[in-house]
């Protein structure tokens, strides 16, 4: 209420994000690394939404990222003793919605068009014009 998105757009330039031109970010938003952020043009970040990028989140344009979905670009390699880090960038492309309550995790790639549907976690590469929902990928049919 008292900081609103033109301000947070401002704010998140100010410390290295490169943020395009209508960008709505909504309160709540959490970002843990400014300068590791690339968001198009007519991007809508909704309410409470986490970018966890330890490494680079590049949005592209006219993208919906729901409220409190998660994109993480951080995690730990499983096979070592000591559970080291392992970042990899993800790749949003343009016209894509990540829905409510959705989770992206390190090295994803979400096609143009394509929707992560509400509540799923997706990891790999989804294909343009696709649909995630029920732990598979299947194209959309317009």
Same mark, same amino acid.
């Given at each position: 209420?008292?900081?609103?998105?033109?301000l947070?757009?401002?704010?998140l330039?100010?410390?290295?994000a490169?943020?395009g031109?209508?960008?709505?970010?909504?309160?709540?938003?959490r970002?843990?690394?400014?300068?590791n952020?690339?968001?198009?043009?007519y991007?809508?970040?909704?309410? &409470?939404?986490?970018?966890?990028?330890? @490494?680079? =989140?590049? *949005?592209?344009?006219?993208?919906? !990222?729901?409220?409190?979905?998660? /994109?993480?670009?951080?995690g730990h390699?499983?096979?070592? &003793?000591?559970?080291?880090y392992?970042h @990899?960038? =993800?790749? *949003?492309?343009?016209?894509?919605? !990540?829905?409510?309550?959705?989770? /992206?995790?390190?090295g994803?790639?979400?096609?143009?068009?394509s929707?992560?549907?509400?509540?799923?976690?997706?990891?790999?590469?989804?294909?343009?014009?696709? !649909?995630f929902?029920?732990?598979?990928a299947?194209?959309?049919?317009?």
């Amino acid at each position: 209420f008292l900081f609103p998105s033109p301000l947070r757009v401002v704010t998140l330039r100010l410390f290295g994000a490169r943020i395009g031109k209508s960008v709505l970010i909504r309160r709540g938003v959490r970002i843990h690394f400014p300068w590791n952020l690339k968001v198009g043009d007519y991007c809508w970040i909704g309410e &409470e939404v986490w970018l966890i990028n330890h @490494e680079i =989140i590049d *949005i592209g344009s006219n993208v919906c !990222i729901s409220q409190r979905a998660i /994109i993480c670009s951080s995690g730990h390699e499983l096979r070592t &003793e000591n559970l080291a880090y392992k970042h @990899e960038p =993800i790749k *949003i492309q343009n016209g894509a919605w !990540i829905c409510l309550q959705s989770t /992206i995790l390190a090295g994803s790639s979400i096609g143009r068009n394509s929707v992560v549907s509400a509540g799923e976690t997706f990891k790999g590469k989804l294909s343009d014009d696709s !649909i995630f929902e029920n732990k598979a990928a299947k194209k959309i049919t317009w």
